[in-house]
């Protein structure tokens, strides 16, 4: 079935740094979306990407669709304490799958000691 | 806030014991989908519904039931219970947009933590 890779798995930040983050699948994506998820929280929606090349922006977030339709990534610029939690990847294929995401395992951004 | 509501917030019983999960969509949104969440898991889908109907399963074990109601209120139902169904259960409605193709965005409710003892 198609898998997605979601790396780095966890990340520490210091604040003012930019942050990167990425997602490969097995197959092709019609749809990547990046969510935000806080503990004890449902995964907010930060990002929506529909169209291979997109490069979308939401404030200090950039996201883009890969040109091959099997990558995504994810930048975080001038991080800031808020954007600690954990973000996921998730695609939409085509075909029989159609409307069902696949969530990658999620990248936990964590605060440098 | 998404707009997405689900109850209860907690949610602790026994082995072998049956539980129901609600959701309610956000206004107007059509398709509820249902995920779980546990920690080596990941986010699994389990089902979607649209407008009342059954559109696609995932990985859902046969013990685990869903329904969309007339009002798009969904409810899910867990039974038989096993320590391994203790996870968080996500909804997630989406209202598709126009032209068949699904590129409908999913937006997710606060979850319904399960704990079985």
């Known amino acids: 079935g198609q898998q997605l890779n979601q790396s780095p798995q966890s990340m520490f930040i210091q604040e003012g740094e930019d942050v990167s983050m990425n997602c490969t699948s097995s197959s092709i994506f019609n749809t990547w979306l990046w969510y935000k998820q806080d503990p004890g929280e449902g995964p907010v929606l930060l990002i929506a990407?529909?169209?291979?090349?997109e490069l979308t922006s939401n404030g200090r977030l950039t996201a883009q669709f890969g040109i091959t339709r099997k990558d995504s990534f994810l930048n975080i610029s001038a991080s800031i304490p808020s954007d600690v939690g954990i973000y996921f990847c998730?695609?939409?294929?085509?075909?029989?799958?159609?409307?069902?995401?696949?969530f990658g395992k999620g990248t936990k951004l964590s605060v440098k000691p | 806030d998404s707009g997405v509501t689900q109850t209860p917030k907690h949610l602790i019983t026994a082995t072998g014991q049956r539980v129901t999960l609600r959701c309610s969509p956000r206004?107007?949104?059509?398709?509820v989908y249902w995920y779980q969440q546990s920690l080596d898991q990941g986010l699994q889908f389990l089902i979607h519904?649209?407008?009342?109907?059954?559109?696609a399963k995932g990985n859902i074990l046969e013990r685990f039931s869903a329904q969309q109601f007339p009002d798009l209120h969904s409810e899910l139902n867990l039974s038989s219970l096993e320590l391994g169904d203790s996870a968080l259960y996500f909804c997630?409605?989406?209202?598709?947009?126009?032209?068949?193709?699904?590129?409908?965005?999913?937006?997710f409710g606060p979850g319904t933590r399960l704990t079985v003892l």
């Open positions: 206004s107007g949104d059509l398709s």
């Open positions: 998730a695609g939409r294929g085509y075909g029989g799958s159609q409307g069902n995401l696949i």
């Open positions: 990407l529909y169209k291979a090349g």
């Open positions: 997630a409605s989406s209202h598709p947009t126009t032209g068949g193709l699904l590129t409908d965005t999913q937006y």
């Open positions: 519904y649209y407008n009342g109907e059954e559109r």
